[in-house]
């Protein structure tokens, strides 16, 4: 069965520094989606970034980025430029077409510091 | 504009009351999804659906209903039968019209009263 683990229940981070949240899986498949979603105190889930698994070049979108190691099965957020609104729950999400089901990981609370 | 909508953001139910929350997606996605969160924990799969008139239990079905008559609706049945229902609810869906993104309702607030 697919998983997908997040070891750090909680980050914090100094406004401005760059802080990189960890997200592995387990899976068989070879066509499969990743991705990471933004959960604020408002409890609207924000998709931050995706990656396609056939997809080698990591995905960037302004600040965020990811590193995607698909032998390692590890699939990290990086953000730079940390801003107190980037403060949130994130989720890391694993999805194949083969068989529809959503995997999510327990989530990483970041914290941003002033 | 197309999204998911969900309905009410606030339910109150009193003890033996059955309740539906209501999910319409204008995505044309195929796939559908019902999670459950509690306080400061991740989210949990309770049903999913990835076509019409059919439909999978997940990890915590016990205690809840679903049914997909239309690709456009999801709507979750919370029964009597499910002991701790105050939780948020989070629709979603999938499909390739999309690329395959998930998109989220913005969900549902159920109390126990």
């Known amino acids: 069965a697919q998983t997908v683990t997040q070891s750090q229940p909680e980050m914090s981070v100094q406004e401005a520094e760059t802080v990189t949240l960890s997200c592995t899986y387990d899976?068989?498949?070879?066509?499969?989606?990743l991705f990471w979603y933004k959960q604020p105190p408002s409890r609207q889930m924000i998709l931050v970034i995706r990656?396609?698994?056939?997809?080698?070049q990591n995905a960037t979108e302004n600040r965020f980025s990811v590193n995607f190691q698909k032998a390692a099965k590890s699939f990290s957020l990086k953000i730079s430029d940390s801003q107190l609104g980037d403060a949130a729950m994130y989720f890391c999400?694993?999805?194949?077409?083969?068989?529809?089901?959503?995997?999510f990981g327990k989530g990483t609370r970041l914290h941003i510091l002033p | 504009d197309g999204g998911i909508t969900q309905s009410p953001k606030y339910l109150f139910r009193k003890e033996g009351q059955n309740v539906t929350l209501s999910c319409e997606q204008n995505?044309?996605?195929?796939?559908m999804y019902w999670y459950r969160q509690d306080p400061g924990q991740g989210l949990r799969l309770i049903y999913y659906s990835q076509i019409v008139n059919d439909f999978q239990k997940g990890d915590i079905a016990e205690g809840y209903s679903v049914s997909r008559e239309k690709k456009e609706s999801f709507p979750l049945t919370v029964t009597s039968a499910q002991k701790n229902p105050t939780a948020f609810y989070l629709c979603?869906?999938?499909?390739?019209?999309?690329?395959?993104?998930?998109?989220f309702g913005e969900g549902s607030w159920l109390t126990v009263v």
């Open positions: 899976t068989s498949e070879s066509d499969y989606y």
């Open positions: 979603a869906s999938r499909g390739r019209p999309s690329g395959n993104t998930i998109y």
């Open positions: 995505l044309n996605h195929d796939a």
């Open positions: 999400a694993y999805t194949s077409n083969r068989d529809d089901k959503i995997i």
């Open positions: 990656q396609e698994a056939y997809k080698q």
